[in-house]
């Protein structure tokens, strides 16, 4: 093995996995077009119809992204009147984030999206589960 095979693109661990975050991002795109959303913005709404409110931390947290990303994706949001955004009373610092009832409304439109996105995807089930597990782990350790 050479000096610079280390260098190489073929060998980068890292270069898979951005290639397929891209190309997957891109699968989605025709699925929430007809939804009216981006990617973020879908992943910050399945965090609201799980949870129905939350705070902009506590979102940014589960979505690893930072409030300069999450802030304009947010008021994107509620200008079409899925989420309201207010000040907790208690601390008002803390912005909470609420789904709309028509931002309920939408997650009867978007139950399709997984099951769209599982038919792009040329992994057995098994392989799948094994994906994330690794994915899930290597996040894990990068955010410790």
């Known amino acids: 093995m050479g000096k610079y095979d280390c260098l190489k693109i073929e060998n980068q661990l890292c270069f898979p996995l951005y290639a397929a975050s891209k190309e997957m991002v891109?699968?989605?795109?025709?699925f929430l077009?007809?939804?009216?959303?981006?990617?973020?913005?879908y992943i910050a709404m399945m965090i609201l119809w799980e949870r129905g409110e939350t705070n902009v931390k506590e979102l940014g947290k589960c979505l690893y992204l930072d409030s300069g990303t999450l802030t304009p994706l947010l008021k994107k949001l509620e200008a079409k009147g899925y989420i309201v955004r207010a000040r907790s009373k208690e601390d008002e610092r803390n912005v909470?984030?609420?789904?709309?009832?028509?931002?309920?409304?939408?997650?009867?439109?978007a139950v399709k999206v997984p099951e769209q996105m599982g038919k792009c995807?040329?992994?057995s089930p098994e392989e799948a589960a094994q994906l994330y597990i690794l994915l899930y782990k290597?996040?894990?350790q990068m955010t410790e």
């Not at 077009?33 to 913005?41: A, W």
């Not at 909470?96 to 439109?109: F, M, Q, S, V, Y």
């Open 96 to 109: 909470i984030i609420r789904i709309t009832e028509a931002g309920e409304a939408l997650k009867d439109r």
């Open 33 to 41: 077009d007809e939804l009216d959303l981006t990617y973020t913005q």
């Open 26 to 30: 891109k699968q989605y795109k025709p």
């Open 121 to 123: 995807m040329a992994l």
């Open 138 to 140: 290597v996040l894990g």
